[in-house]
């Protein structure tokens, strides 16, 4: 009889940040037992190009394995075989793939009305292994279907083809958005986002102020404006105002309520880039940073941060996010503040404090110091705060809409940033 080892494989988790960028980066893979009674170990082959997997990873026994100096900027590809004690090695399993994002420092805006930074206000991801904050962490694998078995004139098992791999159901962060006071010089607002995959994105980005006063906030900004700028800190994209793409927001269901109110639609490539939302002609006062992502399959939104300024009271930084598709996603929500001073950000929130709350308002948790509660789970996925009076959680939710509030302790004020960042590949 013809046998195969039948596997099913999947990039087990992409934690999508380290403190510091680097050039060479480290995936977790994981993948299903296979049910033959005779398997020995498995190997891990990987490359560069689909389909010619020439380098190997033995993992013995196990079920997971990490590969480590991956060029950032590149994309790879997975496969697993398995094999037995008579040193018979299955066909490869269905391919994975993961696209190390490239190098991209911190931003840095320049104290004037209008800014260049460096982009992003996100870290740059270098994926490592990151358990999810239940007893039992598990990655959700790729679906597979194993062939039936063929007839063969001898009796010694061989490998046969591996399973095909169809599509998992979607988990996505799909729309983000920030609420926060707006200044002028380096208190404007800065979003960073990076997108992962290997398709353009289509999204939407909004500014919006005066309309947020018939929803009872004061001070709102009169009249944002909002520049788009990718790695290198070129700009892409400015928009005083929604006018010139009416049509196409109209469209989308995302039209302004207010003409003063700033949007642009593009599609981009996958990598980093940072959104800067300031007021025409110097003016100040609350705004809210959107960004939507107007298709979710494909390649997706990996993480967003916001840059603003919490002041006392309920004058707050609000980061809203939603959670797309029909499975949980694992999140990492953080606050960050005084590891922003080395940065040059001026006035950076000494100890931030930081909220998450579902959909109904109900606050779901909470958290001061990083260290405090899920420590160890924040250093194994490379995300602990650079500063012990930081704060982050860990979290797998459910589809749905959710709110990270960041105040300062004891009411204090400063610069700080609210991040968001998808571990679930």
Known sequence: MKRSLPLLFTLAFACLAAPKATASQT????????????????????????????????????TKASVANLAS??????????????????????????????????????????????????????PTASPTPSSSPSPKPVPTTTPSPEPTATPTPEPSAGPKATPRPLSALSNVSTRAQVGVGENVAIGGFIITGQENKEIVIRAVGPSLESAGVTGAMADPMIELYDATGAVLAWSGDSQAQRAELEAAGLAMADAREAALTTSLPPGAYTVVLSGEDGGTGVALFELYDRHPKGSRIAAISTRGTVGGGEDVVIGGFILGGDQPTQVVVRAIGASLTPLG??????????????????????NDDWRTDQEQQLIECLLPPQDEHESAIIATLRPGNYSAVVRGVGGTSGVALVEVYNLTP
Do not use: C, H, I, K
Request: charged residues 10%.
């Open 27 to 62: 995936v977790s893979l994981a993948w299903d037992r296979s049910p033959e009674p005779d398997v020995a170990g498995y190997r891990v082959l990987y490359g560069t190009t689909s389909g010619a997997l020439t380098q190997t990873l033995d993992a013995g026994g196990q």
């Open 73 to 126: 900027g590149m994309t790879y590809f997975f496969a697993v075989t398995a094999y037995n004690s008579a040193a018979l090695e299955s066909a490869p399993s269905n391919e994975v793939s993961y696209s190390a994002p490239a190098a991209v420092p911190s931003p840095t805006p320049t104290p004037t009305a209008q800014p260049t930074p460096n982009p992003t206000a996100s870290p740059t991801p270098e």
């Open 345 to 366: 950000a001026a006035n950076a929130l000494a100890d931030p404090y930081l909220e998450v709350y579902d959909g109904e308002g109900s606050l779901m948790f909470a």
